[in-house]
């Protein structure tokens, strides 16, 4: 008789612990498979690394005409005098960075034994590279060789598209859709919260790019340099935090 209250009290509180255990549960697996510490500091030393290309051997004039480059390179910028260079660094560096950002995640995985599924991250990634190889492409036709009505009706759109990629900074919008998928699939706020600004870094200086009346003799030789780098300190900074954060976490 003496433990018959003791029963129920321990029945009363058993589904709330139960469901408490399962709540910590998740968060620790949540907090185990995030591995994103890596990607972030991948490509923003890969955009560091690119610096060099951005910099012209000349004060830049405010237009350069188009140059006669592979389609290939249309990951480089037309208005860049290293674009050809700077395009097939890019597509190597894109592509090479989502297959090692994949090779890390399963490797991570199976150490921790939890996985984030990264085939959508990837697949984002890779596809982007190759749909930034092709739109300047598809933007030049639209702006220049379709009828008045299409490329009035549609020059919101590519006016700006074509100015990101005129100064080579494709690959950085490339990196942004992907990390965005990345901290969808990580669900992870912190992730998604360094893949916002690193977008609205990008926005902000193609915003200022497109609305500036430049004149012959505004732009210098590092011009291109500082709207390329910009954006790439939050990516470093992000990737730091993060894995300070990682290395931090009780075994």
């Not at 008789?1 to 910590?24: D, F, I, K, R, Y």
């Not at 395009?87 to 995985?109: E, F, K, M, N, T």
């Given at each position: ?31 185990a498979?995030?591995a ?25 004039p405010?237009l ?54 990264t ?133």
């Open positions: 008789m003496s433990e018959q209250p003791s029963t129920a009290t321990s029945s009363e509180h058993t589904p709330g612990e139960l469901l408490a255990s399962v709540a910590a549960l998740r968060r620790r697996t949540r907090v498979r995030n994103y510490w890596l990607p972030l500091l991948l490509f923003g030393l890969l955009t560091a690394a690119a610096a060099p290309l951005y910099v012209e051997s000349v004060e830049s405010a350069r005409a188009t140059p006669d480059n592979p389609a290939l390179t249309g990951l480089g910028g037309d208005f860049l005098e290293r674009s050809a260079a700077l395009g097939w660094y890019w597509l190597v560096a894109l592509i090479g960075g989502y297959l090692l950002s994949l090779w890390w995640y399963r490797w991570h995985g199976t150490r921790v034994g939890v996985q984030t599924p085939r959508a991250y990837v697949i984002a990634g890779i596809a982007g590279t190759l749909i930034g190889i092709v739109l300047p492409i598809a933007l030049r036709f639209l702006l220049l060789n379709t009828a008045t009505v299409i490329s009035n009706g549609t020059s919101w759109a590519t006016t700006p598209l074509l100015g990101i990629s005129n100064r080579g900074m494709l690959p950085h919008l490339v990196i942004a859709v992907g990390l965005l998928v990345l901290a969808r699939l990580e669900r992870s706020r912190g992730l998604a919260a360094v893949a916002v600004c690193y977008t609205a870094a990008l926005v902000f200086v193609n915003i200022y790019f497109q609305t500036t009346n430049f004149e012959p003799g505004d732009l210098s030789r590092f011009s291109f340099l500082l709207a390329a780098l910009l954006p790439a300190p939050i990516l470093l900074v992000g990737g730091t935090i993060a894995l300070v954060a990682t290395n931090r976490k009780p075994s």
